[in-house]
Structure formats: C-alpha cells, structure tokens
Nanobody, 124 residues
C-alpha cells in the first residue's frame, strides 16, 4: 500500500514537498513514480525514479522545477519536491510503482499499486 501526503494550498511561485510511504513493503523490487490528475483531464505522468545509471525521468512540463528522490536508507519513502509552482500544477497527485523492465514508460498502464492521492492547489 502506498500513502501520499504533503499536498495543500500554495501561492504561485511557492514550493511543496510530497511524500509517498510504502506500507508493508519497500521499493527494492520496483521503481516509484508520480502522476497527477486535474479535474476533467486524464491522469498524466510527472516523474519516475532513476534506475541503474539512468537519471530520473520527468514530464516536460515539470522539468527544472520538480525533483523526485527517495529515502535510500530504508527505501520506503519517495519524495516529490516541487518548486516554482504554477496554477496549472493544480491536481490530485498519485504515487505508483512500475517494474524495472518497464523503466522509461510514462503510461499509466505500466504502473500499479496506486495510492489514494494528495491534493495540490496552486492559487493566489
């Protein structure tokens, strides 16, 4: 089970850090990532942790503003540091995992173990 937290209301230009905690498991056998879904829109890829020598992957819309990382000590928490937030970042943010063999995919079909989401609202 994955549980997201850290969402909230923030002004444009502000920052938030989301957390995703794996309950009863670790991320040692999977790659965690983040998706988001705005009202009336499809769920879209945001970021996925890197694997082996590959760097994390990011959606073009968040590159340079968002950073995905994980707690390597316990490998049970993944973070999404979001800076310079924009109103268009407003969405429900979900954590999910994919397999090593599917690294590079940004499709929701290749991710599973979805959390319940945490709401991020960017508004003045």
């Amino acid at each position: 089970q994955l549980v997201e937290s850290g969402g909230g209301l923030v002004q444009p230009g502000g920052s938030l850090r989301l957390s995703c905690v794996a309950s009863g498991r670790t991320f040692s056998d999977s790659l965690p990532g983040w998706f988001r879904q705005a009202p009336g829109k499809e769920r879209e890829f945001v970021a996925v942790i890197g694997w082996r020598d590959a760097s994390p992957l990011y959606a073009d819309s968040v590159k340079g503003r968002f950073t995905i990382s994980r707690d390597d000590a316990n490998n049970t928490v993944v973070y999404l540091q979001m800076t310079n937030l924009k109103p268009e970042d407003t969405a429900l943010y979900y954590c999910a995992t994919t397999t090593f063999s599917k690294f590079g995919s940004t499709s929701t079909r290749d991710f599973g173990s979805w959390g319940q989401g945490t709401q991020v609202t960017v508004s003045s």
